[in-house]
């Protein structure tokens, strides 16, 4: 092989000579390498725990389905108490009309359900008395008052407050959403007679007692 010119070896020689300063030692990648990852791995940290502290903490819902409590009627005093029977009161009855009953007394009102036929200012006679009371006895009916009877007159034919009916089924695109009034029937009680002759029990004076 012949010789190269001397030209050429200052050309071959010259990345020789720059080749030193170019090398990294073990020691220059060691904290090149600590330098990039501390560089590089620092501000992720950084955003992890802002994120981490900007993250609003998960909260667990339980959904709980509210059980319906069974109705549950007014006891009887209390319902004396709203009519406003009591020692004011010289007698007041509980008559049944259709499948409820009712406290009544003469000169007040109670709202029923619909009377067919019944049409305003009319005089109707309540035959199912339960029990009639005054201040000295009590009439208890097995089931009902012998001969006794509660009149009354039909004051209005009206209709209670709106219900709203709404009926939905998931994943059919149903919903359907209805209005209802029950209609019902004010009467106003006039009298209530044809208890004397039955059967009655005393009442008992507690301050006596």
Known sequence: ??????????????PLRLLPSKTLTLSTLASARRSLSVAAVEPR?????AAAEEAPEAVEVEFVEAEE??????????????????????????????????IVMP??????????????????????????STREKAYIGMPVVTNAAVHAVVEEQGRDDKVIVFKYKKKKKYQRKLGHRQPNTRLRITGISGYEEYPADPILDPAAA
């Open 1 to 14: 092989m012949p010789p190269l010119p001397a030209a050429a070896m200052a050309t071959a020689t010259l």
């Open 45 to 49: 940290r950084w955003r992890l725990r």
């Open 69 to 102: 409590e069974p109705a549950v009627p007014e006891p009887v005093e209390a319902q004396l108490a709203a009519a406003g029977a009591g020692k004011d009161a010289d007698i007041f009855a509980v008559v049944m009309i259709g499948s409820r009953q009712y």
């Open 107 to 132: 000169g007040r009102y109670i709202y029923t359900q619909r009377l067919k036929g019944a049409n305003v200012n009319d005089q109707i006679i309540l035959n199912k008395v339960l029990l009639v």
